[in-house]
């Protein structure tokens, strides 16, 4: 069986021992840089956060992000206490303080902060929020496509918690990376409520079939930022792109998939449920497409 490798699987790099990490407006050292085991993001998962990555002195996308930090954090009524201004000059101090020039990735996160009691009630969190901003080096080192495996865990309905948030409650993801695991594969296939296939555990899902790109419709999937760029690539390069309901029928039988996020961009995907995908590495498609990706981060 091959080695297992994530999606978010990084070289090793000894200067991340020496981080400093933003703490509620501090900047302290890594063992330092601790949160109340009454917060409510460690309780309870009450919170969210962003990941980011910096390429060149620059955060890819971060008016994007920030945005959608704060639409999520409206969304569950979490005040940031911080302005969109403030939160991106943390990030900068954070970026400075450490030195940081590229290879960079960054999770910015804010909880509802600390209880008066370990119970749910937010009324309870009342010592305004926590955030935290870890910033380490980091450069993708994904030796090979990624193996899929599908799993019992599916993408829920937004009545329930809508998977659009970047949320601190992560169970229902965990549960499927380590149902996949279990399965020999790398990372999740998550379906839908209707059982049309959706997102990894970890990342946005595409496929290419006879030079169309798809996936899916976004209704319960995160809404991804690299997903949307890559979208947006397609529609300016002449590129067939569909965001549609799709099945594992057309998903065994596609000419290349891949997966996009933040941290590793563009991943091609091996297989999935043990069916090669195309040739069972990164395809003609998605290497024009990482191409295009990354003129547009550098740009």
């Excluded at 999520?72 to 450490?98: C, F, H, R, W, Y």
């Excluded at 804010?110 to 119970?119: A, L, S």
Aim: with cysteine; proline share 5%.
């Amino acid at each position: 069986m091959a080695e297992q490798v994530t999606t978010h699987q990084a070289e090793e790099d000894a200067r991340n021992e020496d981080i400093l990490i933003w703490v509620n407006g501090r900047l302290l050292p890594k063992a330092q840089a601790v949160v109340s085991v009454y917060d409510s993001g460690f309780m309870l998962g009450d919170g969210v956060w962003e990941g980011m990555r910096l390429y060149d002195g620059r955060w890819a996308f971060l008016d994007e992000h920030i945005e959608r930090l704060f639409e999520a954090a409206k969304a569950i009524d979490l005040a940031i206490g911080m302005s969109p201004e403030q939160v991106v000059s943390a990030l900068s101090e954070t970026q400075i303080a450490n030195g940081f020039v590229t290879d960079c990735h960054a999770r910015l996160m804010v909880t509802r902060g600390v209880k008066h009691r370990p119970f749910q009630h937010p009324s309870l969190s009342r010592q305004g929020p926590t955030v935290v901003i870890i910033m380490e080096h980091s450069r993708p080192k994904i030796p090979r496509p990624i193996r899929l495996a599908t799993v019992p865990q599916i993408r829920g309905l937004p009545m329930s918690q809508d998977p659009k948030l970047n949320s601190h409650s992560k169970l229902n993801c965990i549960l499927a990376c380590i149902a996949a695991e279990k399965a020999g594969a790398d990372e999740a296939l998550m379906l839908d409520v209707h059982g049309f296939v959706n997102t990894t555990n970890a990342c946005n899902f595409f496929i290419v079939r006879k030079g169309e790109v798809w996936t899916s419709t976004g209704d319960y999937c995160m809404n991804g930022i690299t997903r949307a760029k890559v979208i947006d690539l397609c529609r300016a390069n002449d590129i067939p792109v569909f965001q549609r309901n799709f099945g594992l029928l057309e998903t065994y039988s596609a000419d290349e998939a891949f997966l996009t996020g933040s941290f590793g961009a563009q991943t091609p995907v091996e297989s999935v449920d043990g069916r090669v995908i195309g040739a069972g590495q990164m395809g003609p498609l998605t290497e024009r497409l990482r191409g295009l990706y990354k003129a547009l981060v550098l740009a």
